[in-house]
């Protein structure tokens, strides 16, 4: 092959890759501004504008955050534990300002924010690993069940999974070490991140804290470079909880209390629900329904056309554990083609880490088991396997893989959007 042929080859190849990422920009923004007005609203996004709403009226910062627990919107308001901490009401009160008091142009806003927030997590992901890897976590995130309900979401677990992508970027550019500054400035804002991802669902403080905690400890060599900034950190996020410190002092810890009351009322054994994270990269979206396998079956056979996303569930669910095993063996192989290579090798040490450290915690802590959006502040981090698995062939694919994979992903966006018409549960 002449070296014009060759360069032919992988002009064409590249505008093949370049076009799919522009379908899939179109088709994902389509998706999100089609679904917005056709969520279902379910009793906790209901409770949670209730809330928002009266927080908003008060004229105060809000210093509390969700309910631990279900309740009507109003019965509960007053009787009800909250999570310490008021980042999520803070965040939604002042999209409703900026929407003049609308609603539905609020949860615009909070469908722009979110976008934007994954548009730079792409954008991080061309910076250090080139198009190709961009394109491919473009796909996996986008057109994700659980990325879509975030994004079209104006609930507290939504932010979470929002802001798991901002902590993805924190987390690697630590480890990475080729720039100390942004090693610096990682440890200042790692806890701090987690701090605002609490106080938008309590599970975050039994699933990615406590995993980062034995993190650094096990990589103590590494954290006491740094011991200056965690501790920087540790204090902002300290920083944050104070005014509802001060408002438990004013209130006699009424909401700290009823915290602890609720917490003594939960009995079962608190498993948690960790095959999350297999989950989480598929095109899995039946969360609604709940997160145990009768209840996945149960949405994916509940319509004729579904029956085609069970197949495509299968097949993905098989390449997520296929992915997640091949990137088990590399970590303990530890035979890296290079630098980065090792860098997602060690993010996903931090995911493996995760499952025994949040069943441990849930344990210990007593921690509702709950569903699938608990975990969610490990939702970014699992999409490591697949981002190992391209980044390991991405130089192997040949321009017929690129035609098929371009097929594939109509084919899949059909689907897609036959569900999403029929769907009352997105």
Known sequence: MTNDLKTYFKNKTNLILLSIFIIAIILSLFLNIYTLPKRHIHNDQ?????????????????TTGPRFIGTTAIAGYENTARLPGGAFYIIMTLFYKISGENLDIA???????????????????????????????????FFNGYTLKATTDFWNPSLVLILSFILYILLYEYIAGDNDKNKKLSAIFLFPILAVMGQSHFATFFSMTPTLIFYLIIRFKNTKKYLLYWALGIFISFLLYLPYLITEIQNNFNNTIMILNTRDSLNKFPFPQIYAVLLYPTNEMSTYFGSRLNSILHFWLSEPPYIYGLIFLFISVIFSLFCFIKAIILLINKNYIDEKEKNLSEMFFILLLSIPVTILSFIIFKSKSGTFWYLYSLFALSFTPIFLFFYKIQNKIRLS???????????????????????EYV
Not at 46 to 62: C, F, N, Q, R
Not at 403 to 423: G, M
Request: positive net charge.
């Open 401 to 423: 893989s690129y035609i098929y994979i371009y097929r594939s992903f109509v084919k899949y966006f059909r689907y897609v959007w036959r569900i999403i018409q029929i769907c």
């Open 46 to 62: 209901v409770i949670a504008t209730y809330d928002m709403l009266k927080h908003y009226e008060s004229g105060k910062l809000p």
């Open 107 to 141: 949860r615009t806003i909070n469908m722009i924010f979110s976008l934007f927030i994954i548009f730079l997590f792409v954008f991080w992901i061309y910076k250090k690993f080139g198009f190709f890897m961009s394109v491919i976590a473009y796909i996996f995130i």
